[in-house]
Structure formats: structure tokens, C-alpha cells
């Protein structure tokens, strides 16, 4: 291939590469999957937290939404909490337990959930690195 035949078909990759990024709106998750959720979007648009919003028990529910592969790749409840965005692809969740038994450990309660690995890690892992 000729310089002059690369080149064109560089930019039509690029073209197609961009074009092709899967995009999603707030409106079309409030059509999906209705209003009574918030939609919280990462650094980088990759992924959509939702987390339902807050009714008389303040339980924590949500989900999170691949954008590209339009999937749910976490789902979590729990009877009260925070959960809220690290980074692009970690969550830093709290939870507020329901009744306390006194067996919890801090590593229960408060954790970073790397949505893109799949993996729970506790604060102390996440200091350490």
C-alpha cells in the first residue's frame, strides 16, 4: 500500500473508531429503567452508577451500566449507605448497617468495588498500593 493509500484509511479508522463509541442519555435510562434512580455517569462516560433514590426505609440500591456493552456488570442493596465514584472504574461504597450484630469489621462497611475487574477491595488493599 502506497503512502497516499494509508493515509485515507488511518482517517476512516479513526472515522469509524469515534463514530462507533456507544453513547447513552439520562433520558433514555429514565425511559429504561424509570425515575425513581439517579444516574451518576464516570469520569470518563464508560460506566453509569444508578442508585435508587431514597424512600422512607434509606436502603441503599443500585446498579451499575456498561455503556459500550449496554450490560449490568454490579448490582448491590444494602440497608443503608453511600456509594459514590473513585474513579472511572471504582466505586467507594459505605454502608450503614441495619441492625448491628457486632460482628461487622470495617472492611464490611466501608470498600472500593472495581467495576471494570470485578473485584471487592478493602480500604487497607487500596492504601497499600
Known sequence: MT??????????????SCC????????????RFGTSYQYIFSSENTYV????KP?????L????LEVQ???????AAYPGGTAAWLNDTQLEINILP???????????LHYIYDVKEHKKITIKQQEAK
Not at 503512502?3 to 469509524?16: D, E, H, M, Q
Not at 462507533?20 to 425511559?31: C, G
Open 61 to 64: 440500591v443500585l446498579f451499575v
Open 98 to 108: 441495619g441492625n448491628i450484630t457486632g460482628d461487622e469489621k470495617e472492611t464490611d
Open 3 to 16: 503512502k497516499f493509500g494509508f493515509i485515507p484509511a488511518v482517517i476512516l479508522f479513526i472515522f469509524f
Open 55 to 59: 424512600d422512607t426505609s434509606n436502603s
Open 69 to 75: 456493552t449496554d450490560s449490568v456488570v454490579y448490582k
Open 20 to 31: 462507533t463509541s456507544k453513547q447513552i442519555t439520562n433520558e433514555e435510562l429514565n425511559r
Open 49 to 52: 452508577l444508578s442508585i435508587k
